[in-house]
């Protein structure tokens, strides 16, 4: 794991689950499917312009409400190569880990750039950079087992070839 790459889709604070994948749509577990549906709630137009590699930023308390992992799954399924927020919701920030879904805590970042901005996230140091505006940020790097996690693409396949 090294780098993610992408256009900003930016949104505020206490994004639930429930408007990341609505409740109606978690009779499927196919991440194709649940992608079809992410973020349809907060921002309707969300399925159709995003791109494979493209980075959500968000405020505070990320991924809170109810704990079920279609959530992290529906964004990844989506195209998302990583979620900058100030804060996760704790099951949120696991269960993305745990589908190798990366997320990054970065309180400066999340309040300073802007929908449509171009960042790069750098894993190894967890440096944010917002390449329209030319500013860096210091995230938080995920230790080394965490990059293990999320390189095999979550932790039942890390176990796996162990």
Do not use: W
């Amino acid at each position: 794991m090294k780098a993610a790459r992408g256009t900003v889709f930016k949104y505020g604070n206490n994004v639930d689950t429930d408007v990341i994948i609505p409740a109606r749509y978690l009779n499927s577990s196919d991440p194709k499917e649940l992608a079809l549906h992410c973020m349809e709630d907060i921002d309707k137009e969300f399925i159709k312009k995003v791109k494979n590699g493209d980075i959500i930023v968000a405020e505070k308390n990320f991924g809170c409400g109810s704990s079920r992992e279609h959530a992290p799954i529906a964004i990844k399924a989506a195209g998302v190569s990583c979620v900058i927020a100030e804060t996760f919701a704790r099951i949120f920030y696991r269960n993305a880990i745990n589908i190798g879904l990366p997320i990054v805590e970065c309180k400066e970042a999340a309040a300073e750039i802007n929908p449509g901005d171009e960042v790069e996230v750098d894993f190894d140091t967890g440096v944010i950079t917002d390449k329209t505006t030319k500013k860096s940020y210091q995230g938080q790097a995920f230790p080394e087992f965490m990059q293990k996690i999320i390189d095999c693409e979550g932790l039942v396949n890390y176990i796996n070839q162990k």
